[in-house]
């Protein structure tokens, strides 16, 4: 697709239980990020991927939280017994190949709601 | 570690207003900036940013920003709000196209008729 896509877009699920979130990024970009959007908290960075890179982690807030990158693509997140603390829109973004016409700039997808009841 | 700093949470000008939005960064080199804007309900959309060219930087919508080095500052302003610009607005800084973006908490315009 054109732009960054990313489901599910709402997530609803029980304290305890685990969850996924998938993004797929603009084709062709190397770089992807997801980020933590909570109510009045702005956005968290959590984790990013270049190319085959070993991914920077430092963001993620515990060790129920991980993320993969296969093929250098397609990205999932995945929340381990999740508490209620985790509701949030997780966001998605992707950045082009470092250098030439590229500035920076993140192209970020709508988010999946999470609602950890 | 770079950071910055939105001053107000919320923001509330009439319509036809001035809009400034403040933006301080903390960067130990030169720094990327951004802008981006989040309508209700939608993804974050670039509205700006600036790259080690010009100071003065215009963006969609009307609105632009002026990098300051001096104050560490990249303010966002618009001469006149429209009801349309009601959104939150996000800063960012990183330290390269190949870098994290780093965001502020976001600062909440309302635009009143």
């Known amino acids: 697709g054109a732009g960054v896509s990313q489901s599910p877009s709402n997530k609803v699920t029980e304290k305890g239980k685990d969850v996924e979130l998938r993004c797929d990024p603009i084709s062709g970009h190397t770089a992807l990020y997801w980020y933590r959007q909570s109510l009045g908290q702005g956005l968290e960075f959590l984790i990013y991927?270049?190319?085959?890179?070993?991914?920077?982690k430092s963001g993620l807030p515990s060790d129920r939280f991980s993320a993969e990158r296969t093929g250098g693509s397609v990205s999932t997140l995945t929340i381990q017994r999740t508490q209620q603390e985790d509701s949030a829109v997780y966001l998605c973004?992707?950045?082009?190949?470092?250098?030439?016409?590229?500035?920076?700039?993140?192209?970020f997808g709508e988010g999946s709601r999470l609602t950890v009841l | 570690a770079q950071s910055v700093t939105q001053l107000g949470s919320h923001v509330s000008v009439s319509e036809g207003a001035l809009v400034l939005l403040r933006c301080n960064y903390s960067s130990s080199v030169p720094p990327y900036l951004f802008w981006y804007v989040q309508y209700p309900n939608q993804g974050l959309q670039l509205l700006l940013k600036y790259t080690s060219a010009a100071t003065l930087v215009k963006g969609i919508n009307g609105f632009e920003a002026e990098f300051k080095k001096s104050e560490t500052s990249f303010h966002l302003t618009k001469p006149s709000a429209h009801m349309s610009d009601a959104a939150e607005y996000f800063c960012?800084?990183?330290?390269?196209?190949?870098?994290?973006?780093?965001f502020g908490t976001g600062t909440r315009l309302q635009v009143f008729p």
């Open positions: 960012a800084v990183s330290h390269g196209n190949t870098d994290k973006l780093i």
């Open positions: 991927f270049q190319g085959n890179s070993a991914p920077d």
């Open positions: 973004a992707s950045r082009g190949e470092p250098g030439g016409s590229n500035t920076g700039e993140l192209f």
